[in-house]
């Protein structure tokens, strides 16, 4: 039997402000176990949480982004459930009245373009993290550490408007991608910044109603969503071919073994027992600060894409991957800007320097400083002018991410200047006919092709320096004398 | 000379003493405990004190305008270094606060001396501090009866000279009814003027940082030095304190509201004639009476009870064993929660965390809290009103006198009842004066209350001044009359 999966997410971002949430600890990631701690964020009796301004500006930056309506009087209610991790508790939370609402994130999926609506956005603070168990003697013993406790999050809840695990894969990446963009979070989803649950049930394709979902928490990687929500939407679809019955329940999805594992059925759901957290007045956010938070938006990144796609003139590949993010797109835009045709640009973007940030493990922002932008203009330059070769800017490059420098200097230091005075060409030209024999007969056979090769020789035999179009103009004139 | 000769005094009396040198800071503090030592062993009023840990304040006392009196705190406010902070329970048996509560470090940069934590009930929940881990607290006027509660130690410290001053927190009534039960005076004040920060949560819209002292001139200058903006309590006010330096400049021209409906029925005869007499007192005094129908919402104790209940379910969720606290013998954690928290609670703890969960239970959220709150506004309303047709209400603490030992510890509801006149200027945030006024033939303080709207200290405060003056002012110790310089006349 044919299904249709619907599925909604929900995705905790960790925001990357430099205090918590409702405390002014360092909301840093890998301080030693309990040292970013305080009485609030230890509910420590008589603590009482006030809110980091920061966080909210966060929230508001993406909300904006993401075109939600921002609710100027919004409220913090407390989610009432017991676990070690919880200092308090309680969480925290946003609950009936969130801070953004509706809003939608653009997507593009196998190069179409796909916008995926949101019901909320909302604030909230993390809990610690629990290490159990571990074995002291004969008994087990579980640790916890606070430090992640009241780091802010954002929790954003799409709606179930995704049909496929691939869907929900790009959703995420694109998030992953936003968030980095707005310089919000880290994005770093091995390192618990961006996490993420799914709803998901099937009902048979184009009906109208919902059948019963499960909810699968812990997907916490691009893969991991795709591969949890492939396995529930078979084990659903199994469960319904053999005549069964959808049990609502919370799932638990292992990406090491890539299985599910049932959490808690519905016999065991929470009553978080939400009521207005009586110790925040409720959040103010006036229209100027929103219009403030706007001013200094960034463009957004799908808009980029678009951009580079209808006015620059390149492929939406190359959109794509120059946007990947936002270092790397402000540096094609600056190469562009000192003069540079933007698909040459493009190519070198994409193809050199990237293959130096990755094979050296630089990041983006470093490559910036080694490279910066308008010296890689002046290398183009350089290189499509013929005043040096192709693989002389390769070497330039070599140096410059190796040691770091002025490419110009490098070009004067190593005497990269091509070499395309015929007199100085012409003894390895002469060389390189002498020493083959074969191809020049074959040439002279009418064989054009072979052409190639001896320049390559006589650039082989120059160091890479001669300039290939004097080289090339000098065989024919040899081979022509020859005759 | 008896440093004998400086019990009771104010403590503004004090304070310009050991500023002058007169006196030091530790005999200011332990002539307090002179006092202790005929009272403390019947009355227990202090849960926490340490003779090395108060000479040590005392010696390094900074300079202020408090340096060297001493004062009693509640044993919910925390305060790092010298004392533990236990609420009252054994779930926070030995806890120690790695932090002083905002109040208590205003307190102590003032030169204030913490001399003792008081007793109370547990958690503050109750109205006769009989629920307390560490065992009741007397009244020291009649040690068969309740100094009230919950912050029935230092209201008892506070009346038989421990010190002149004292800390408590006001949730319903939990300052003013023991300051009418021992005869002091109990303010609280306008919900934001007092950090809360520090003081352990029962329910944190009601909580208030309350004071107490024998004078009206000292709660206001105790008033003066812990009001104001704290960053760390979202909840405090952001506007300057009203400014109380004019306590004592008299009640002519102020008007005040009579809702003589309220005790008609249900109010002892002697709370009735304080009450008169009050009002006459004021009037001689140049206040005028107004008398008006006052019915600030019949459902009052049940709002108050569904609010406070459920924020204090969640207030004391976070004690679980697993941080601080005694941990009972567990193999896994939810058996852990439950028998540290089974063992750790008392009675009458348990019965309010089960009826705030209730009321916040799925299917009951809305017609249990969200109707308290909306009855909660309309309260504030009704208040808000009558405060059009007057300055301040005269009305009683509560329906009794002290009431005894065992009294109402088996009928919940009567204890709850007794929270009548209290629990509105909770619900609405407004502030409330206890102000004794002498004693009853039995020989039990006597005391009305004065409440007002926000900000409204200095008017209530004005108007505790004439009843302190004009009226008569309950004492402990007749013997000690000529060393008693009660600023009143007869
Ligand atoms: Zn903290």
């Known amino acids: 039997m044919a299904h249709e999966a619907v599925i909604g997410l929900e995705c905790h971002i960790q925001l990357a402000t430099r205090s918590k949430m409702f405390c002014e600890c360092p909301a840093e990631f890998g301080a030693s176990p309990n040292s970013n701690v305080c009485p609030v964020c230890l509910g420590l009796p008589g603590a009482l949480p006030v809110v980091n301004r920061a966080a909210i500006d966060a929230a508001l930056q993406l909300g904006l982004v993401l075109g939600c309506t921002i609710r100027e009087a919004s409220v913090f209610a407390r989610k009432n459930y017991f676990y070690p991790d919880m200092p308090k508790n309680y969480q925290i939370t946003q609950y009936d009245r969130p801070l953004c609402e509706g809003g939608a994130l653009p997507v593009r999926l196998c190069e179409t373009a796909r916008s995926f609506p949101l019901i909320r956005i909302h604030v909230e603070e993390d809990t610690g993290k629990s290490f159990h168990p571990e074995r002291t003697g004969d008994r087990p013993v579980s640790r916890v550490d606070f430090n992640r406790a009241g780091v802010p999050l954002l929790e954003l809840v799409t709606e179930p408007a995704f049909r496929q695990p691939e869907e929900c894969g790009a959703f995420l990446a694109g998030l992953r991608r936003l968030a980095r963009w707005l310089k919000i979070s880290d994005g770093d989803m091995e390192k618990g910044h961006l996490r993420c649950d799914a709803n998901v049930s099937l009902r048979p394709p184009g009906s109208a109603s919902l059948g019963t979902k499960t909810e699968i928490k812990n997907l916490n990687s691009i893969k991991g969503v795709e591969k949890g929500l492939t396995a529930e939407i078979a084990r659903q679809a199994a469960v319904l071919d053999a005549g069964g019955r959808i049990e609502q329940a919370t799932l638990l999805y292992d990406a090491d073994h890539d299985k599910l594992a049932v959490m808690r059925s519905k016999e065991y759901a929470h009553d978080y027992r939400y009521f207005p957290e009586p110790d925040l007045p409720q959040l103010t956010v006036d229209a100027a600060w929103v219009e403030e938070v706007r001013g200094r938006l960034p463009e957004p990144p799908w808009t980029r894409e678009d951009r580079y796609v209808d006015h620059l003139g390149l492929p939406a590949y190359d959109a794509a991957i120059l946007c990947e993010t936002r270092e790397r797109s402000d540096y094609f835009e600056a190469v562009v800007g000192a003069g540079t045709d933007a698909k040459r640009a493009s190519n070198w973007v994409m193809t050199e320097v990237l293959r130096h940030v990755n094979a050296r493990g630089l990041s983006e922002r470093e490559a910036a400083l080694r490279l910066p932008a308008k010296s890689l203009a002046v290398l183009i330059g350089a290189t499509e002018s013929g005043r040096i070769t192709s693989a002389s800017a390769k070497e330039v490059l070599e140096e410059v991410f190796e040691k770091g420098g002025d490419p110009e200097a490098v070009i004067a230091a190593r005497g990269l200047v091509a070499r395309s005075s015929p007199e100085e060409l012409l003894p390895l030209v002469r060389e390189v006919l002498a020493e083959n024999p074969g191809p020049v007969a074959q040439f002279r056979g009418g064989k054009q092709a072979t052409l190639g090769f001896l320049v390559g020789q006589v650039m082989k035999k120059s160091g890479g320096r001669a300039a290939p179009q004097v080289v090339q103009e000098l065989l024919r004139a040899e081979l022509g004398a020859l005759r | ?490």
């Open chain 2, 1 to 490: 000379m008896s440093a004998n000769r400086w019990w009771g005094r104010p403590a503004t009396t004090l304070a310009a003493c050991v500023a002058r040198g007169e006196l030091s800071a530790e005999q200011a503090v332990e002539s307090g405990w002179e006092a202790a030592s005929t009272w403390e062993g019947d009355v227990h009023a202090v849960a926490h004190a340490d003779a090395t840990v108060r000479a040590r304040a005392a010696r390094t006392a900074p300079p202020g305008p408090l340096r060297g009196v001493p004062v009693i705190v509640k044993d919910n406010l925390c305060t790092a270094g010298d004392y533990p902070t236990t609420c009252g329970s054994r779930i926070l048996a030995g806890y120690r606060a790695p932090y002083d509560a905002t109040v208590i470090r205003r307190l102590r940069a003032a030169g204030a001396v913490l001399t003792a934590k008081g007793n109370m009930d547990e958690f503050a929940m109750g109205s006769s501090t009989e629920f307390s881990c560490y065992g009741p607290t007397r009244n020291p006027y009649d040690l068969t009866r309740v100094p009230g509660g919950s912050s029935g130690g230092p209201a008892a410290a506070v009346a038989y000279g421990l010190a002149p001053l004292g800390l408590g927190s006001d949730t319903g009534g939990s300052v003013r009814q023991p300051a009418a039960f021992c005869g002091v005076f109990g303010l609280k004040p306008t919900y934001g003027r007092l950090s809360r920060y520090g003081l352990v949560a029962f329910g944190s819209s009601l909580d208030q940082v309350g004071l107490f002292a024998r004078h009206a001139g000292d709660v206001a200058l105790l008033y003066s030095l812990l009001a104001g903006p704290d960053l760390r309590d979202a909840t405090t006010r952001a506007s300057p304190p009203p400014d109380v330096s004019a306590w004592d400049r008299g009640v002519k021209g102020l008007s005040f509201g009579w809702p003589e409906n309220l005790w008609r029925e249900g109010v002892e005869p002697e709370v009735v004639a304080a009450l008169e007499e009050a009002a006459a007192c004021l009037e001689r005094a140049g206040a005028r009476r107004v008398a008006f129908d006052f019915l600030p919402g019949t459902y009052a104790v049940a709002t108050y009870y569904l609010v406070a209940t459920a924020e204090a379910s969640s207030n004391l969720a976070r004690f679980d064993g697993v941080r601080y606290g005694p941990r009972a013998p567990s193999t896994d954690v939810w058996s852990l929660y439950v028998r540290s928290r089974s063992q750790g609670f008392g009675p009458e703890v348990k019965r309010r965390i089960l009826l705030g969960t209730y009321a916040l239970s799925a299917g009951y959220y809305d017609a249990f809290y969200l109707k308290a709150q909306r009855a909660r506004t309309r309260i504030r309303r009704e208040y808000q009103a009558a405060f059009g047709r007057c300055d301040f209400m005269l009305l009683p603490v509560a329906p009794t006198l002290a009431f005894r030992l065992g009294e109402k510890t088996t009928d919940p509801l009567a204890m709850y009842l007794s929270d009548i006149f209290t629990i509105g200027a909770n619900l609405a945030g407004i502030p409330g004066l206890a102000v004794p006024l002498g004693l009853a033939g039995s020989g039990l303080p006597r005391a009305v209350q004065l409440v007002g709207p926000e900000d409204s200290e200095p008017t209530l405060l004005r108007a505790g001044r004439a009843l302190e003056v004009r009226g008569e002012v309950a004492r402990l110790g007749r013997e000690h009359e000529t060393e008693f310089p009660w600023p009143m006349k007869r």
